[in-house]
């Protein structure tokens, strides 16, 4: 069973940083494209940033240039920093990964921009 757990959800300002973080466990890690995806109220799940096992990055339009996903293998963690944050980046994020073709998600960490 893999385990997902996010932090580092928040308010914070227009203009703000914040950093997402995700721990796995049960899981060979460093096999497993990594995703966060975020849903905010009203919305669809979208995706907001992925990096494969071969830490190849992708990115939303949406996002490109302002967000960076990293990963740490040896930690089982990857990380989302947000920088130049909007009020449309406000939405509920989740980490993910696809392992034998199951989507696994984490429980979601809240982030919130707003003056």
């Known amino acids: 069973q893999v385990q997902l757990v996010e932090s580092g959800g928040g308010l914070v300002q227009p203009g703000g940083s914040l950093r997402l973080s995700c721990a796995a466990s049960?899981?060979?890690?460093?096999?497993?494209?990594m995703a966060w995806y975020r849903q905010a109220p009203g919305k669809e799940r979208e995706l907001v940033a992925s990096i494969s096992s071969g830490a190849m990055t992708k990115y939303s339009d949406s996002v490109k240039g302002r967000f960076t996903i990293s990963r740490d293998n040896a930690k089982k963690a990857v990380y989302l920093q947000m920088n130049s944050l909007k009020p449309e980046d406000t939405a509920v994020y989740y980490c993910?990964?696809?392992?034998?073709?199951?989507?696994?998600w984490g429980q979601g960490t809240q982030v919130t921009v707003s003056s």
């Open positions: 993910n990964t696809k392992q034998n073709y199951i989507d696994y």
């Open positions: 049960q899981i060979i890690f460093r096999a497993y494209t």
